[in-house]
Each structure stands twice: as C-alpha cells, then as structure tokens.
C-alpha cells in the first residue's frame, strides 16, 4: 500500500526513516528503518503512523512494533567482561519489558524487544555487542 509519498519521513523528528536505494530496484523510494544503523525512538505517538496517508502504516500500541529482535554476543559485552556499562538496558524505550539485567549481563526478552536498535546505537563496545536481527529475515 505504500506510495512513496515521504510523509512518514517527513513526520518523524529524528529523521531515521530514509528511502532505499537505487541498489533495491522496483522498491527504490520505498521508506525503510535500519534499526542496526540508525534507532527508531518509538516515539509516543507514533508520528510515522499517523501521517501515513494510504494507511500502509496501522496503528499499534508501541510494544507491538515489530522491527526485529536485538541479539547480544556476550564476548563482546563490557558488563560481561566486568566493566561497568549498563547504557543498553538504560536506553530501551520498553524498559524491562525488553530488555533487562540477568546477573552480569543484558537479557533481551523476545516477547517485548521491537528491535529498535536503541541498545545498538547506545553500546559503548568498539565493536558492538548488540546487532538487531531483521523481522521477517
């Protein structure tokens, strides 16, 4: 149902909705999140939805988004390691319904992880622990 008209783009305020490429063929234009890139904030109210004028976007409640799902590779994780970083757990848009501490270390509950990519783009790890495996992929 998406025409490619940029209102989503336009309504989100942290400008992390972006047209695919040339490289995507027919769907070039089409606007995407690259959570792992860049992280959606799940805004309150849901702009992107709302302005969504063919209504290819519906409305949900926040915690039924669905972008993916976040994945920890403990060898790299600096809580796991002993350092103190809790940056993660502490951005999650959905609290401990997402994302929590278990011990030493982030669990990240699939039933309330939207893949948003906040605890991505919050890892203080050179080589990021966190990585958002793709809904649908």
């Known amino acids: 149902m998406c025409e490619r008209c940029a209102d ?3 309504a989100c305020p ?3 909705i972006l047209p695919l490429g040339p490289a995507y063929g027919e769907a070039e234009g089409t606007p995407v999140i690259l ?8 805004c ?5 939805i709302a302005s969504c004028p063919p209504g290819a976007l519906q409305p949900v409640p926040r915690e039924d988004v669905n972008m993916g ?16 970083s809790d940056s ?3 951005s ?4 401990e319904k997402a994302l929590r501490w278990a011990g030493d270390r982030p669990e990240i509950l699939a039933a309330g992880c939207t893949g948003c990519g ?3 783009e919050v890892c203080p790890a050179r080589a990021r622990a966190l990585a958002i495996d793709p809904a649908g992929m």
Do not use: F, N, W
């Open 8 to 10: 989503c783009r336009d």
């Open 14 to 16: 942290y400008t992390v």
């Open 35 to 42: 959570p792992q890139d860049d992280a959606c904030r799940l």
């Open 44 to 48: 309150d109210d849901l702009p992107c």
């Open 69 to 84: 799902l976040a994945r920890l590779d403990s060898t790299l994780c600096l809580a796991v390691r002993g350092e103190s």
């Open 88 to 90: 993660c757990v502490a």
């Open 92 to 95: 999650c848009p959905l609290g």
């Open 118 to 120: 906040m605890c991505v």
